[in-house]
């Protein structure tokens, strides 16, 4: 951007105080055509203590948004291969990596979101805690994908052999894949097969060798213990994001924001954003906000804020 020999005698003007290369800090905001608008604000220390309170709340939700991605993941590669019905597969090695990678994710993620909950549900962890226990009692898939990790760990692998079968949709053939378990190794574990809790002979039943239908159920309760574990704390916090919400509508930090990093000669050569770094306002808890809707852990219909040109 070329400035004018005026803009360039006002910047000068304004910036008197500062040497050429010195950090000037200013601040900006985002209009809704995403454009950077340069703005005056006052940022007082209430209003960082303010945004400092939410930014723990966000801080804490994020850790086990983390730890949830991974697990995921982990259980996408697999439910991807699975899911390719036609594709050759020659030898276990694939499908062993894949289960592997799961469970011990699924497990690390249960472990560290107990943790988590012990940490920051105060009274509520009691109530997540009884959610585990009923949910390791009265499911075999949970028990089984639970503890297999550990059996990977002191006995082999989990999957013994993958079968197939043709199978007809819609009148087209196909073949489907099945990851069987284990069970040789499985049964000599003692261990392992009195926290299933099932009968001797269960196993020994071709429809309970399949690996996938445990997983698949494993996932889903895992996932349903990540949701009401971030429910119980944002309950416990909602009358705290609100009231914080309502401070920065009465304080006017509604937008989008950034505190703004540049120099007085980066500005004379029309360059007046070096480094840009978020603030946060209503639109931060509102996104957050919106983000935890998605996911189901919050039911909430928002009212975008709507941009003021005069603002």
Known sequence: MELTSEQKKDILKRFKNYDMDQAIRRNAIMRKNKQIEIVNMNITQEDQQQMKCFEKIQQICQKPKVMK??????????????????????????????????????????????NWCQNNLDKNWRIWRNLQTSNYDSNLSYRL???????????????????????????????????????????????????????????????????????????????????????????????EINQIKAYFSQRGLIYQSYWIDTTKRKMLKGQFINKMYPVTTLATIDKFMIGLTKEKIINVTFSPNQDDSNN
């Open 69 to 114: 991605e991974l697990a995921t993941s982990s259980y996408f590669d697999l439910i991807n291969l699975y899911s390719q019905q036609n594709q050759k597969i020659d030898e276990n090695n694939q499908v062993n990596k894949l289960v592997v990678n799961f469970v011990s994710d699924e497990k690390l993620f249960i472990d560290f979101l107990e």
């Open 145 to 239: 994908c639970y503890h297999l990790r550990n059996f990977v760990q002191h006995r082999g692998l989990p999957i013994s052999k993958i079968s197939g079968k043709i199978i007809s949709v819609n009148g087209k053939e196909s073949k489907k894949f099945d990851y069987l378990l284990n069970i040789a190794e499985l049964s000599e574990d003692h261990q392992f097969q009195s926290k299933l809790k099932v009968r001797q002979d269960f196993f020994q039943s071709a429809d309970n060798r399949s690996f996938m239908p445990y997983a698949m159920n494993y996932a889903v309760i895992v996932n349903s213990m990540y949701i009401y574990a971030m429910q119980l704390y944002i309950e416990a916090h909602l009358q």
